[in-house]
């Protein structure tokens, strides 16, 4: 038997909760994996409370990311005692995932943890450093450098949000920061934002083009917000579009994109290939001792994460929660 979030939906209603769960119940794959460390993500809230059509298939076991070690192995590249990272792929969604003690996935899925990093760190990164070293790459990719001018990074004092500011400003960077939590300022601030805006200024509907002021921007927003910064991104600026708190919709014009030649690219994190995963994780493993990750995360236990998930869902949560499944 093992602990974990168990999502069920049945004649008695939709209800997520602790339980026991026999081993023989983990599903088809060819790793089985000890979970140290899950975390909490937007995601898993919105499965967990029932707010959001995530989950895809019933009873479910949330949770979208998981570090731990190789328990067994029938695949060529894992053995026993490995240290094994995964983000994505569905799992938590169609393949039950990672706030639990145990996980059974394919091993395609899985990353070798780079040295440096220990399953903590691994999980405090998470989905959300992963994804915003992506998008960091992204931009990178498209020609945007440090002299370019200001990268914007809106959903500031979220996870991806907060991991992008780090990463930009780490790497030199200069950081302007929107959020709808003023109150965190002097965090982002600390993080490396170097201007803070109200993401007010960015959310309504606004005019299909606008004053030019951002060489790139990392948006975790989606919807009016996404549509006006394309809209004020400079000539030949970069937009990587890796969220949508705000909502799916896309209301923009097509006149930024060909008036002023800017590039919108999507961040795919659930599907990326080994190799991309590997050069992310290898980035983020170098950069380890210049992300604060003590400050950005917050540990909690198995027991913690439906109450914290309401939370998350009503925007009281800053940073990263990680979620240590054994206590």
Same mark, same amino acid.
């Given at each position: 038997?093992?602990?974990?979030?168990?999502?069920?939906?049945?004649?008695?209603?939709?209800?997520?909760?602790?339980?026991?769960? /026999?081993?023989?119940?983990? /599903? +088809?794959?060819?790793?089985?994996?000890?979970?140290?460390? &899950?975390?909490?993500?937007?995601?898993?809230?919105?499965?967990?409370?029932?707010?959001?059509?995530?989950?895809?298939?019933?009873? @479910?076991?949330?949770?979208?990311?998981?570090?731990?070690?190789?328990?067994?192995?029938?695949?060529?590249?894992?053995?026993?005692?490995?240290?094994?990272?995964?983000?994505?792929?569905?799992?938590?969604?169609?393949?039950?995932?990672?706030?639990?003690?145990?996980? #059974?996935?394919?091993?395609?899925?899985?990353?070798?943890?780079?040295?440096?990093?220990?399953?903590?760190?691994?999980?405090?990164?998470?989905?959300?450093?992963?994804?915003?070293?992506?998008?960091?790459?992204?931009?990178? #990719?498209?020609?945007?450098? #440090?002299?370019?001018? !200001?990268?914007?990074?809106?959903?500031?004092?979220?996870?991806?949000?907060?991991?992008?500011?780090?990463?930009?400003?780490?790497?030199?960077?200069?950081?302007?920061?929107?959020?709808?939590?003023?109150? !965190?300022?002097?965090?982002?601030?600390?993080?490396?934002?170097?201007?803070?805006?109200?993401? +007010?200024?960015?959310? &309504? /509907?606004?005019?299909?083009?606008?004053?030019?002021?951002?060489?790139?921007?990392?948006?975790?927003?989606?919807?009016?917000?996404?549509?006006?910064?394309?809209?004020?991104? #400079?000539?030949?600026?970069?937009?990587?579009?890796?969220?949508?708190?705000?909502?799916?919709?896309?209301?923009?014009?097509?006149? /930024?994109?060909?008036?002023?030649?800017?590039?919108?690219?999507?961040?795919?994190?659930?599907?990326?290939?080994?190799?991309?995963?590997?050069?992310?994780?290898?980035?983020?493993?170098? @950069? %380890?001792?210049?992300?604060?990750?003590?400050?950005?995360?917050?540990?909690?236990?198995? !027991?913690?994460?439906?109450?914290?998930?309401?939370?998350?869902?009503?925007?009281?949560?800053?940073? %990263?929660?990680?979620? !240590?499944?054994?206590?």
């Amino acid at each position: 038997m093992f602990n974990a979030v168990l999502i069920e939906n049945d004649s008695n209603g939709y209800r997520a909760s602790i339980s026991q769960v /026999p081993v023989a119940r983990l /599903p +088809e794959g060819d790793v089985t994996v000890s979970v140290h460390y &899950s975390t909490l993500n937007y995601k898993d809230a919105l499965a967990i409370t029932g707010k959001g059509p995530i989950i895809r298939s019933f009873p @479910m076991v949330p949770g979208i990311d998981f570090a731990g070690t190789v328990e067994h192995s029938q695949n060529p590249e894992f053995e026993p005692g490995d240290r094994v990272v995964l983000n994505g792929w569905g799992v938590g969604e169609t393949h039950w995932g990672g706030l639990a003690q145990r996980a #059974r996935v394919k091993g395609d899925w899985l990353v070798k943890i780079p040295g440096g990093i220990s399953s903590f760190d691994a999980m405090a990164i998470g989905t959300a450093g992963y994804t915003a070293m992506l998008s960091v790459i992204a931009l990178e #990719r498209l020609g945007v450098s #440090r002299s370019s001018g !200001d990268v914007i990074v809106t959903g500031a004092s979220g996870g991806v949000g907060s991991f992008s500011i780090m990463i930009l400003a780490a790497l030199g960077y200069t950081v302007v920061a929107s959020t709808g939590k003023l109150a !965190d300022a002097d965090y982002l601030r600390h993080l490396g934002a170097t201007e803070i805006i109200d993401r +007010e200024t960015l959310g &309504s /509907p606004g005019k299909p083009l606008q004053k030019e002021r951002w060489a790139a921007a990392i948006d975790t927003v989606g919807s009016h917000t996404l549509a006006n910064i394309c809209a004020s991104t #400079r000539a030949d600026g970069v937009v990587a579009a890796c969220g949508m708190v705000q909502g799916l919709d896309f209301p923009a014009s097509v006149a /930024p994109f060909i008036l002023r030649g800017i590039t919108l690219v999507g961040i795919n994190s659930v599907t990326r290939p080994q190799e991309e995963r590997k050069i992310a994780w290898r980035r983020l493993a170098d @950069m %380890r001792d210049l992300l604060r990750l003590d400050e950005i995360a917050t540990e909690v236990g198995l !027991d913690s994460v439906l109450d914290k998930s309401s939370q998350l869902i009503k925007g009281n949560v800053r940073g %990263r929660i990680v979620v !240590d499944v054994n206590r």
